[in-house]
């Protein structure tokens, strides 16, 4: 058993920044070429790929190119969404994610508000 649990979510003005956190846990080995990252879904839409870190390199969706980082600290089986400039339609819950080998696990959710 795996669990994901986040950390970082708020309310923050347009233009600001947060940095969310998400560490695994459990019984089961989690390898660096597991792919581990960040979804979100705001009111009303569908769940959508926020960025992903696999044991190589990283993927953003083209909103959020230039504005988030993600990186990873496998010893600590930890990833992390650094957000900057951030703006009112990033709003949503953020889901943490570990694709291991075709079986997703998935945290509980932060709210990230980003209104002024």
């Known amino acids: 058993q795996v669990q994901l649990v986040e950390s970082g979510g708020g309310l923050v003005q347009p233009g600001g920044s947060l940095r969310l956190s998400c560490t695994a846990s459990g019984t089961i080995t989690i390898y660096s070429i597991n792919p581990m990252g960040w979804y979100r879904q705001a009111p009303g839409k569908q769940r959508e790929l926020v960025a992903v870190?696999?044991?190589?390199?990283?993927n953003y969706s083209d909103s959020v190119k230039g504005r988030f980082t993600i990186s990873r600290d496998n010893a600590k089986k930890t990833v992390y969404l650094q957000m900057n400039s951030l703006k009112p339609e990033d709003t949503a819950v953020y889901y943490c994610?570990?694709?291991?080998?075709?079986?997703?696990?998935w945290g509980q959710g932060t709210q990230v508000t980003v209104s002024s």
């Open positions: 994610n570990l694709d291991r080998w075709g079986v997703d696990y």
């Open positions: 870190h696999g044991s190589m390199s990283a």
